[in-house]
């Protein structure tokens, strides 16, 4: 972890592939997770690249979910991990390279570990039921939020999974500096409308 604590933008798609990740770039989101779960191999590689090199290109940050090795072998500056893949990641490598760091968490135990790592940013989830896939642990609430937040001091909290847009400013109001959105960009009628829709949501008003 670099010395400066990172500042999230509050708004965070988190996007199943570059055309996902290019979409919501175009309309103005600035923090962005790659998360590939059937992708492989080259196709992989390729989407990473164009990822990392899109969001350059606009100043935007780029987070690569789980491909620790991918981020080192691309260059890819900050990646999220799974309390699982701290089992196998090279963190001295990431470290050594600069890439920042984000780390999951579900619980009080899964929060000691992921502070012990001293991580860019902590995700806490989920705070509401969700569709995504299937989670062993009850939906943490807003008021967890606060507690966590209360804790982590300056290390920044994404609040993620089963936030739709009209649960990002309660979220955001109960301590969450950041706000993930999911399944409610991809399974949109309009997906530009509502990146729009989610950005005027999660900044400050004048």
Known sequence: ????????????????DFPWVARVVANGARLVQLRMKTQAGEQRRAEARQARDLCASVG????????????????ID???????????ADLPA??????????????????????????????L?????????????????LARIGEWKARLGSIPLVAIGG???????PVLAAGADSVAAVTDLVTAAQPD?????????TRPRA
Do not use: C
């Open 125 to 141: 989830g989920p705070i509401y039921p969700t569709t995504l896939k299937v989670m062993p642990w009850a939906p943490q609430g």
């Open 1 to 16: 972890m670099t010395d400066k604590r990172v500042t999230l933008d509050p708004f965070y798609p988190v996007m199943p």
């Open 193 to 201: 409308l509502r990146t729009a829709e989610w950005l005027a949501a």
């Open 78 to 88: 900050f990646v999220h991990l799974g309390q699982g893949d701290l089992d196998d």
């Open 60 to 75: 935007a940050t780029l987070v690569l979910n789980d491909h620790w090795e991918l981020a080192l072998a691309e260059r």
């Open 94 to 123: 990431l470290r050594r390279a600069g890439i920042r760091l984000g780390i999951s968490t579900h619980d009080a135990a899964e929060l000691d570990r992921a502070v012990a790592f001293a991580p860019d940013y902590i995700a």
């Open 163 to 169: 936030i739709d847009l009209s649960r990002a400013g």
